[in-house]
């Protein structure tokens, strides 16, 4: 029997097959591979495992083609709670290293993740993702470094001219009013953008973020204005926008800045020196930590009562506590890392505040804050020594 008639004599319908002389049963021999007389369960057995390694195959094509589409997101993820204290260098003055921590805290990006990375990130509860234009605007990643670079800068003047005004120096010499952040769809956007500092409205100086509010006070929806900015890169320019509503009160004028002032102390003769390294961390977000953390350094006893006490917030000239990005993610990450307690801007609103109630799951306790004043009325609490503040500031000799 040739090996065509026998595969010709196969018959997948077959049950029994015919048993003359010279024939195979069909429940025996199915056909012919290679040459070579297989049965029914070896070809079930071999299809099974072509059928498996095709679909290996494609599953690693289509997984290495994966790994390099990448999308056009960005993914906030939790970051990290650092001590404030190793951060701050005191010299020609004495200083009072703590038991307790001050930390700020930050958030991790993952910018532009690819396919795998972003559903499996997608996922996570603790991750947010975001559209890349929602972070960078308009700018690259290195422009965008800088912008928050230059934020963390200003926001640790800031941090230090508050403290030492806390402890009874004349230290708050505003300089300007710079831009932390750019409301979307309202009349600054595509006009200013973070980083640029407002030297004027309609040829009127500002040197304070309140004297921009008093001044817009002054305008209405639908009213054309005149800019002076001092960009990024140190140019300076005149634009115009139409100013537009504010949401909540449609007969109020809304530029549509998170406005903060820029402080010049590096005139001020103190006898001592309070420097601030926060390393490759950007954005303004850590001035409340840095603040208290001065007034610790500066001052005896424990500001914290011992104790670990996560912050977040940015830190105003007026004492002003306000709201940041990405605290659902910093909440997570001072769960995860233990901390007890968490102070952030209520300036965030009550519907934020429960979703990061409801993140940290009753692990850590969610304060939130209007100003210095009532962070350090919180420290208090904890048994923190704010006393020591007042005592300091009473008995300063300010140099004139």
């Known amino acids: 029997m040739s090996d065509s008639q026998q595969e010709q004599d196969y018959d997948p319908n077959s049950v029994a097959g015919t048993h003359a002389e010279g024939s195979l049963s069909a429940q025996t021999v199915t056909g012919v591979v290679d040459g070579v007389m297989v049965d029914a369960a070896t070809i079930r057995r071999r299809n099974r495992w072509f ?9 690693l094509v289509v997984g290495g083609v994966g790994a390099f589409i990448k999308t056009d997101t960005v993914a906030l993820m939790p970051g990290s709670a650092r001590d404030t204290e190793p951060l701050i260098n005191v010299e020609g003055t004495e200083s009072f290293p703590s038991e307790g921590e001050l930390l700020f805290t930050t958030v991790r990006l993952r910018q532009n993740p690819n396919i795998w990375e972003y559903l499996w990130l997608s996922v996570d509860s603790d991750v947010e993702i975001v559209p890349i234009e929602s972070i960078l605007g308009d700018r690259t990643s290195e422009e965008n470094r800088a912008v928050n670079l230059r934020a963390m800068s200003d926001s640790k ?125 950007g954005g303004p977000s850590a001035g409340l930590a840095f603040t208290l953390a001065i007034l610790d350094e500066l001052t005896p006893g424990e500001l914290t009562g011992g104790n670990r006490v996560a912050i977040t917030g940015t830190m105003s000239v007026d004492g002003a506590v306000g709201p940041v990005g990405g605290v659902p993610q910093k909440a997570a990450a001072v769960r ?65």
């Not at 059928?51 to 599953?59: D, H, Q, T, Y």
């Not at 008093?214 to 005149?238: N, Q, W």
């Open 51 to 59: 059928g498996a390694g095709s679909l290996a195959f494609l599953l």
């Open 336 to 400: 995860d890392l233990g901390i007890k307690y968490f102070i952030v801007p209520r300036s965030l609103g009550e519907e934020t505040i429960a979703e990061l109630r409801a993140i940290v799951d009753g692990k850590v306790e969610i304060i939130p804050v209007d100003d210095l004043d009532e962070a350090l009325e919180v420290l208090g609490r904890f048994g923190g020594d704010v006393s020591a503040i007042s005592e300091f500031a009473s008995s300063a000799q300010v140099a004139e």
């Open 157 to 281: 003047s800031v941090a230090t001219a508050v403290a030492l005004e806390q402890l009874g120096y004349d230290a708050i010499q505003p300089d300007g009013v710079f831009v932390a952040q750019v409301v979307e769809d309202t009349a600054a956007d595509g006009v200013i953008d973070p980083g640029d500092i407002i030297r004027e409205i309609d040829g009127v100086a500002l040197s304070m973020s309140l004297e921009l509010v008093d001044i817009l006070a002054g305008y209405s929806p639908g009213d054309e204005i005149e800019l002076t900015i001092e960009a990024t890169d140190g140019e300076v320019e005149s634009r115009r926008l139409v100013l537009g509503a504010k949401e909540e009160d449609a007969a109020a004028a809304f530029l549509g800045v998170a406005p903060q002032t820029l402080v010049n102390f590096t005139d001020l003769d103190l006898g001592f020196d309070v420097e601030i390294e926060s390393g490759n961390v």
